[in-house]
């Protein structure tokens, strides 16, 4: 029996415009299959390119945070927000580029509680205080991670990153979108 991957559907990847259909391309042709994220946000393809520039900017940049410090943004970010694709994806790719297979199920499934070295803590906390209650968020947060060693770059990835996966973890919710079988055993 198959799974519902998203409450709207999907979309072929075949029928998107050229360059989403290479972008994504390239993307399967690395992890050996189509994330359903693609598959679902493919029906509004001027959306989805716009979600996949972002998400490039931020989870692509040389300098700041590290690749998988980056990813242990997203995944306390969506286990903040109970985002299951999200952190089951997101989860997967923290175990490869930590190079930790329990990390991401630590985090993931108590982000707060946790036990990590000072600066994932630090990132971590920050990340969780914007995505928790953002009204709430202010210099109290920032001062301290500054004083956790974290650069105000580092801090604006932080911040930049968690703005984005609220969108996209919401984005899930809407579509109730089912995470690639493939991610629950890569890293592990």
Known sequence: M???VSRFGVVDIEKLPDDLRERVGEIAEKSGFVPNIF?????RPEELRAFLDYHDALMN???GLSKAERELVVVATSGANHCTYCVVAHGAILRIRSKDPQ???????NPWGAELPDRQRAIVDLALALAHDSAKFGERHVA?????GLTDDEI????AITALFAMSNRL???????????FYTMGR
Do not use: I, K, Q, Y
Request: cysteine-free; aromatic content about 2%; charged content about 30%.
């Open 172 to 182: 899930a919710h809407l579509t109730a979108l089912a995470p690639n079988a493939e």
């Open 61 to 63: 940049r040389a300098e």
């Open 156 to 159: 604006w990835d932080v911040g």
């Open 103 to 109: 990390l991401a199920d630590r985090v993931a499934s």
């Open 144 to 148: 301290a991670a500054r004083e956790a």
């Open 2 to 4: 198959s799974e519902r």
């Open 39 to 43: 598959r679902a946000l493919a029906h």
